[in-house]
């Protein structure tokens, strides 16, 4: 089973919302802090680029940021308040970094890791060298800055560690998260018995997933802001609806599911979207989702 940062804490924070996000595949809303973080990570993977072999040129910055926006063909885009922000931050970024040593060996680094009778997928911003080892580092667009003790709970952060040392051989000597809205970053280390642990947890977890058919809610701070609040049983007090079976997307032809479909399947009736059209279509991901 293909097992990645996402699915895991999903499943660990709720089944239930595991269920309806994977299994049921049931719409969700768009995440505007999504596309926000993926122009501003598109920038910083060109600053990267150049900063390999001396000053990162700024002007290769903002362009990259423009493409990621569009703003080359409508310039009337650059108005806009969240290119606005995400200029903000990539030029705090730039004036925080440009003189600091930058030796990434690996950007934008995919893995693919063997873990039991599963797969860890994932995808690490940046790993570094150091001048005793290797620095793995996360870009976060995080309002607040996380504190020291929930960064050392990372989930993400630890699957990054763990990936690296499965893959490469290598056990990063610092994981950090890089709070860009703030130019903070918080640093932690982890052991080798530490990794060993997370991944008979990783492979623990995989085998539940694999068998289980039994998704129990988990009610918690997390409800407030989940998208299946208005057909979860611990909210509606009704019995779950049975489990929707939904063939894998082609890779050719992918197919797109009417929210009200995948309603319809389960019995019961498709909660009103909040404001906007029915379904927006997300580029992305080739999906529908609410507005």
């Known amino acids: 089973m293909k097992l990645s940062y996402s699915k895991l804490n999903t499943y660990r924070t709720c089944p239930m919302r595991y269920r309806f996000t994977y299994l049921d595949r049931l719409p969700r809303r768009p995440r505007r ?4 973080a993926k122009r501003i990570h598109h920038a910083l993977m060109r600053w990267l680029v150049y900063a390999k072999n001396g000053p990162p040129r700024w ?3 903002l362009a990259a940021y423009d493409s990621a926006w569009g703003a080359l063909q409508d310039p009337a885009l650059r108005a806009e308040p969240e290119y606005l922000e995400g200029l903000r931050i990539l030029e705090a970024y730039q004036e925080a970094n440009a003189d600091r040593p930058c030796r990434p060996i690996y950007q934008e680094h995919k ?3 063997h873990l039991g009778s599963h797969v860890l997928i994932g995808a690490m911003d940046r790993v570094d060298a150091t001048d005793s080892g290797y620095e793995v580092i996360d870009y976060k667009l995080d309002r607040d800055v996380r504190s020291q003790e929930t960064v050392e709970n990372d989930l993400q952060l630890a699957l990054y560690g ?3 040392e499965e893959a490469h051989g290598i056990r990063a000597e610092a994981l950090t998260l890089y ?3 703030h ?3 918080r640093t932690v280390t982890r052991t080798h018995s530490q990794n060993r642990e997370l991944a008979r947890w990783v492979t623990a977890t995989g085998d539940d997933l694999s068998t289980t058919r039994k998704f129990e809610p988990c009610v918690g701070l997390h409800c407030s802001g989940c998208d299946f609040r208005s057909v979860c049983p611990a909210h509606t007090g009704k019995a779950a609806p049975p489990l929707v079976q939904v063939e894998p997307r082609s890779r050719e032809v992918p197919s ?3 929210p009200g479909m995948a309603f319809a399947a389960m019995g019961i009736e498709p909660p009103a979207p909040p ?3 029915l379904v927006q279509l997300r580029a992305e991901q080739l999906s529908l989702t609410w507005d």
């Open 162 to 164: 763990l990936a690296l």
């Open 33 to 36: 802090l999504f596309r926000a």
């Open 256 to 258: 797109l599911i009417l």
């Open 275 to 277: 404001s906007g059209p």
């Open 111 to 113: 893995f693919h890791v």
């Open 183 to 185: 130019n903070v970053q």
């Open 179 to 181: 709070f860009l809205r």
């Open 59 to 61: 002007d290769e910055v």
